[in-house]
């Protein structure tokens, strides 16, 4: 099977992910839409990348940390699967993919309410 699904010269795969939120204020409402687009390289798929790079980053850094470290105490206070919910956590995998050209792009769209609306 494996060599039916290789890419033929030239090919290359993408990931396009795209996600919206609204959040409403008391004086207004911002609509976010983060996008992802990113494209394979000769030598590895977008696909591998995205979802292998995270994880290789975070271990990298539990591995390589001193316990002298203030983040060392962020991860020994993470036991089993996290979701990448302290930011901690996640501006450092982001950080690091950003390097490697894995970057969301935001766009703030604010909707400002009139006085009658509020």
């Known amino acids: 099977m494996k060599p039916r699904m290789k890419y033929e010269e030239g090919q290359r795969d993408m ?8 959040f409403d204020y008391p004086d207004r ?5 983060t996008t992802l687009v990113d494209y394979g390289t000769p030598t590895d798929s977008s696909m591998s990348r995205t979802v292998s790079l995270p994880v290789c980053i975070l271990m990298r850094h539990l591995l ?3 316990t002298k470290s ?4 962020l991860f020994e ?7 990448p919910l302290d930011p901690a956590v996640y ?4 950080d690091e993919l950003a390097k490697a050209g894995i970057v969301f792009k935001d766009k703030v769209e604010k909707v400002v309410m009139k006085e009658t609306e509020k």
Request: net charge positive; no cysteine.
């Open 29 to 33: 409402t911002e609509h976010v839409t």
């Open 64 to 66: 390589t940390l001193s």
């Open 77 to 83: 206070s993470l036991l089993g699967v996290q979701r």
């Open 91 to 94: 501006t450092l995998v982001l």
């Open 15 to 22: 990931i396009l992910m795209q996600h919206k939120y609204t």
């Open 70 to 73: 203030p983040k060392s105490q």
